[in-house]
């Protein structure tokens, strides 16, 4: 599924604050990313997005190097999750952000409608679907995020702290998403600080500290 080999990353030429790193996911498998602020998980997770280039190394996704492939390539494969829903975030109703990205994928309408209808009951958006997102309170605005995860059903959902802003009501809703994907074979990596969420949903741990990430025993 997805294997980082030798992987290095510096925001400076000269200074890599990740370095050797080595990780095999393999289809279907639920892994936490934990570790210190500031030690690099976000960035891990986002190279292993591609939406960031390696110094070093590379990203394989199903054998094929993650920076071959186009934008819209990577998106039907690998739906991400920004910490800050709010940057991804970019359409006038929680209708037509849904809509996007299947969009790009040339799907016929048909498809997309029914899409765009399961991803709205599943996520509990279904009175909101004309409002604009960002009218929404931060829970509902989180859900509309990965309500378009719901509707692009990617095969590798990569998620930054997912469990933030939700009360008990939007984790209920959340924590059974996760439950779904789990059981279509998902593969999911995600970050959080949550030990009872994290306990609820994964079952291997990536530690990251000095410099590199490894399995945690």
């Not at 000269?14 to 370095?19: K, N, P, Q």
Request: charged share 20%; hydrophobic share 40%; glycine share 8%.
């Amino acid at each position: 599924m997805l294997n980082i080999e030798n992987m290095g990353f510096g925001w400076e030429v000269e200074s890599d604050c990740l370095h050797g790193v080595n990780l095999h996911i393999k289809h279907g498998e639920q892994w936490v990313i934990t570790g210190e602020n500031g030690a690099g998980k976000s960035t891990l997770l986002r190279l292993a997005a591609g939406l960031l280039k390696p110094s070093s190394g590379a990203v394989y996704l199903d054998g094929v190097d993650l920076a071959q492939l186009k934008s819209v390539e990577k998106s039907a494969q690998i739906g991400f999750l920004f910490q800050e829903v709010e940057r991804q975030l970019l359409h006038s109703s929680v209708r037509d952000e849904i809509r996007f990205g299947l969009r790009l994928q040339h799907l016929s309408s048909a498809i997309i409608e029914e899409r765009v209808h399961h991803a709205l009951e599943t996520c509990g958006l279904a009175d909101v679907a004309n409002k604009h997102p960002l009218d929404l309170h931060s829970g509902q605005r989180r859900m509309v995020a990965v309500a378009c995860l719901c509707a692009m059903q990617p095969p590798l959902l990569l998620l930054d702290e997912p469990s933030r802003d939700f009360d008990p009501y939007w984790m209920g809703i959340f924590d059974a998403w996760l439950v779904e994907n789990r059981q279509q074979g998902t593969t999911v990596i995600a970050i959080s600080h949550d030990p009872e969420f994290s306990q609820r949903h994964f079952q291997r741990t990536i530690l990251v500290n000095e410099r590199t990430a490894r399995i945690a025993i």
